[in-house]
């Protein structure tokens, strides 16, 4: 009896596992598409900043239209 509530016991274990593991992949995916989205934004700054001189002065404040 013992024996089959450890195995019983360790199944489930197991799959928390496996569910806990998945969720890893899942947020180191997550993690790698807001890191490539971060080097887009930096690159759409770069370049409208070199089109648009007073892009830098200008960014602040549309962020902050944004946010609000």
Do not use: W, Y
């Not at 450890?6 to 496996?18: A, R, V």
């Not at 569910?19 to 992949?25: A, G, P, R, Y």
């Not at 947020?27 to 007073?54: A, C, H, W, Y």
């Amino acid at each position: 009896m013992k024996e089959s509530a450890l195995k019983e016991k360790l199944d489930i274990i197991e799959g928390e596992i496996n569910t806990l593991t998945d969720k890893i992949e899942d947020m180191d995916d997550l993690e790698k598409t807001i890191k490539d989205i971060q080097m887009e934004i930096k690159g759409l700054k770069v370049f409208l900043s070199r089109v648009n001189p007073e892009f830098k002065k200008q960014f602040p404040e549309i962020i902050k239209k944004l946010e609000g």
